[in-house]
């Protein structure tokens, strides 16, 4: 369970911030890594490292079996049915990109429509809005309930049988809001459309099983689940991979090279351009390993705890005011708010001064802050590292910075 046990394997955590010890509420953003995925890291570039696929050698086998072999524990971590439905790229905002790059281009056209909502990151935001332009498409947002959830039948009201592309988060990284993908999903199919999954907030914290969400595409990264950063995932079902075409070129994807045209690998390497990202697809790999050890359904009741916890000791606090749904339940381990007139940016830089790591500003959610009338809010948001000792430092900074700038103005 969710112990100074687990703690424990984050090296980073032990150490002091300002001459405070370090309280991390910035997971959202990125998350810390424990030593497993270090020493897998370390391990790698000691002794396995080499460029994969090409070399017959001893090194370049040992770091091909390691990069499959990370395919495939992704595989198994999304339930999806076959590696070859299983691409590395960069992150989730090259993933979203090229679905958008790819299939949109391929499949939208003139008066099409694209449906997301105004929760949406900035990468699941601007590819949709360059794609509706070039290709002449409506771009449509799907409206949002008081509490920043959706409804189906707003999700209903907004899709259409001109709609080609759904896409949208599972877990929004500002209000915490978990959506109901597999609705929106079988509302998205009945009208003939794709549902492109935001995941970047979810694969870290819920267990995810592409297959039964019926989700024609699922991104996320590798960073925000306790692996290195500049590796991410994008599933796409086969059929439609098949038909998509790579939008970058150059070695590794190729079959074969004439003077004058080309053929592609099959998948998943056609979309897998130039040296892979074989470090951090071992990273990831033993991020995996690591958060199935501890398991996903105990990761996602112990972020629902740590909500909980946060919003009742918030809620004490006179001034303050907590972005997203009232039921813990219904969102995941992100706590996002705002502090009498006390601007957010000034807010961070006085908890940071007592060792607090939160986020400040629009969370790459411009379109939201303008929803929610706020140009930027403070965020907390929890981990499988966190307790609720480190709840405790937040609410009594926040104390101490209601008072501070109390005395100030």
């Known amino acids: 369970m969710m112990n100074r046990e687990i703690k424990s394997y984050f ?3 032990d150490q002091e911030v300002n001459g405070h010890p370090l309280v991390y509420l910035d997971s959202a953003a990125t998350s810390q890594k424990p030593v497993q995925v270090i020493e897998a890291l370390t391990r790698y570039y000691e002794f396995d490292n080499a460029n994969v696929h090409r070399g017959v050698h001893t090194l370049g086998n040992r770091a091909t079996d390691m990069y499959e072999g990370a395919r495939e524990k992704v595989r198994k971590f999304i339930n999806a049915d076959t590696t070859e439905e299983v691409i590395f790229l960069r992150g989730t905002t090259t993933a979203l990109n090229l679905v958008a790059q790819s299939y949109g281009r391929a499949n939208v056209e003139e008066g099409d429509e694209i449906v997301i909502t105004y929760m949406e990151h900035h990468s699941n935001v601007i590819p949709w809005q360059q794609l509706a332009k070039e290709r002449g498409a409506v771009l449509k947002y799907i409206d949002l309930n008081p509490d920043g959830t959706i ?6 009201a907004a899709v259409t049988d001109r709609t080609k592309i759904v896409s949208m988060m599972y877990v929004s990284n500002v209000l915490g809001t978990m959506n109901p993908i597999k609705e929106v999903t079988q509302i998205a199919h009945e009208h003939g459309a794709v549902m492109v999954v935001d995941g970047a907030q979810a694969a870290p914290h819920l267990k995810i099983d592409v297959q039964n969400l019926d989700c024609d595409f699922f991104a996320f990264s590798g960073h925000k689940m306790c692996g290195p950063t500049g590796i991410g995932v994008l ?14 070129f150059g070695g590794e994807m190729i079959d074969f090279v004439g003077l004058y045209d080309s053929t592609w690998k099959e998948l998943p390497w056609k979309f897998e351009g130039g040296t892979p990202i074989i470090a951090g697809a071992v990273g990831l790999g033993a991020a995996i390993d690591f958060l199935n050890e501890i398991g996903l359904h105990e990761i996602e009741q112990h972020e629902h705890k740590m909500a909980a916890y946060a919003m009742n000791a918030m809620n004490e606090i006179e001034g303050l005011q907590i972005y997203g749904p009232t039921d813990p339940q219904k969102r995941a381990g992100i706590v996002t708010f705002n502090l009498n007139d006390v601007h957010p940016h000034d807010l961070a830089t006085v908890l940071d001064m007592s060792g607090i790591a939160v986020r400040a500003g629009h969370h790459c959610a411009q379109p939201l802050m303008k929803w929610l009338q706020c140009t930027a809010t403070a965020r907390a948001s929890f981990y499988v590292y ?14 101490s910075t209601k008072e501070y700038f109390s005395d100030v103005f």
Request: hydrophobic residues 30%.
């Open 151 to 156: 409804s189906l039948e707003q999700v209903r």
């Open 11 to 13: 090296p980073i955590l």
């Open 386 to 399: 966190n307790d609720e000792s480190d709840i405790d430092r937040l609410v009594e900074g926040l104390r």
């Open 235 to 248: 599933y796409g079902k086969k059929d439609l991979l098949n038909n998509m075409e790579p939008i970058e």
